[in-house]
C-alpha cells in the first residue's frame, strides 16, 4: 500500500493540466497520474524528478526523460518513487 495515496486528504493532491493541448497530471504525495486524452502524441510536463519509476502504463510505447512524459494518444501512466 502507498501511505499518500490511502490517507482521503484532498488538499495534498495537485492538478495540473493543459485543455487545448488536452493533458492532465495529478500528483499526489510521490505518486504521478499523467494523462494524454489527445488524438496525437504529445509530450507532458512531469515537474518531479523523484517520481521516475513507471508502476503502471497503458502503452508500452511511454517515454520518460528529463522534459516529461511523451504519451501516445489516450494514454496514461503511473509513476512514482524508484522504491515502491
Not at 59 to 62: A, E, L, Q, V
Given at each position: 500500500m502507498i501511505p499518500s495515496l490511502a490517507d482521503g486528504?484532498?488538499?495534498r493532491v495537485r492538478v495540473h493540466?493543459?485543455?487545448h493541448?488536452?493533458?492532465?497530471t495529478v500528483e499526489r504525495?510521490?505518486?504521478i497520474?499523467?494523462?494524454n486524452v489527445a488524438t496525437r502524441a504529445q509530450r507532458v510536463p512531469i515537474g518531479r524528478e523523484q517520481s521516475n519509476k513507471?508502476?503502471?502504463t497503458s502503452?508500452?510505447?511511454?517515454e520518460l526523460n528529463a522534459r516529461g512524459a511523451a504519451l501516445p494518444p489516450d494514454s496514461v501512466v503511473v509513476l512514482g518513487?524508484?522504491?515502491l
Open positions: 486528504r484532498m488538499d493540466g493543459n485543455e493541448a488536452r493533458w492532465l504525495g510521490p505518486i497520474v499523467a494523462c513507471v508502476l503502471l502503452d508500452p510505447m511511454i518513487p524508484a522504491e
